[in-house]
């Protein structure tokens, strides 16, 4: 992607060779394969699922966005030391989209995952 806006945003370059950076930083987005459109459900975005990531004072996960492709939908802002991921947000979707999670990291920048998901 050669948008400026994009330019920073780390993503994971082999899934089946996951480096320990990678592992802790990718967020990982449970969500079902196929909702019902306009019907509500749940998107859970864990950071660290593989390898914990230390979550302390100079060094922790700062927010959690979620798009629907590249349109914003949620964000959970997290504190150094008493809050964290798991993270989970409720939506509706009335269309087939990619769901985007990206977490930042105060230390190691952005780091985004992507899943599709089906709506009939
Ligand atoms: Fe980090």
């Known amino acids: 992607m050669n948008d400026p806006l994009f330019a920073g945003i780390n993503r994971v370059k082999d899934p ?3 480096t320990d950076l990678e592992k802790k930083h990718q967020p990982t987005i449970a969500a079902p394969a196929q909702v ?7 998107v859970t ?3 660290g699922q593989s390898m914990p990531h230390p979550d302390e004072g100079g060094h922790w996960i700062q927010w959690v966005e979620l798009y629907a492709g590249e349109a914003y ?5 997290l504190s150094a030391t008493v809050s964290g991921t798991p993270v989970t947000f409720t939506l509706k979707l009335n269309q087939d989209t990619d769901l985007v999670a990206r977490a930042r990291c105060n230390l190691h920048g952005i780091w985004e995952n992507r899943i599709p998901i089906k709506v009939e």
């Open 73 to 77: 939908l949620a964000r959970a802002d």
């Open 45 to 47: 975005i864990t950071v």
């Open 36 to 42: 019902k459109a306009r019907e509500p459900f749940a």
């Open 16 to 18: 089946k060779a996951l």
